[in-house]
C-alpha cells in the first residue's frame, strides 16, 4: 500500500548566492555525467541578477524559492496488522483535536 504525501515550503534568502549555499550543503547539485567541474563567476552573477528579476521576495529586499519536499511511504499488509475501522466510526472528530477543545477539563 505505497502512500504519497507532499509539503510544498516557501523559502526567503537574501541573494541568490545565499540559496545557492543553501542548495549546495542540502546535496543539491548539478547531475548530469558531462557537467563542468566548475561554472564561471560571470555565469553565477547573470544566473543571480536573473532569478533576483524572475522570483523577488514580496518586500523586494530578497529573493524566494520554493521547495516541494515529497514523503513516500509503502508496506504490504500483513496478517499480525489490525484492520482499519470503518470510515465515520470515530468517537472524537480531529476537529476537535486540532481545537486544542478536545481532553481540557475545566
Known sequence: MPTVD???ITVR???????????????EG???MLRRSFVPRETLIAAAAAY???YPSADGEGIVA????IYMTGWK???SHSEGKAPGSASVSLKDIGSGTY????
Not at 534568502?13 to 546535496?27: I, S
Not at 520554493?66 to 519536499?69: G, L, M, S
Open 103 to 106: 481532553g481540557v477539563i475545566g
Open 77 to 79: 499488509p500483513h496478517a
Open 6 to 8: 507532499v509539503d510544498t
Open 13 to 27: 534568502y537574501p541573494d541568490a548566492f545565499a540559496l545557492m549555499r543553501h542548495l549546495q550543503v542540502m546535496g
Open 66 to 69: 520554493t521547495f516541494e519536499i
Open 30 to 32: 548539478n547531475a548530469a
Open 52 to 54: 533576483h528579476a524572475m
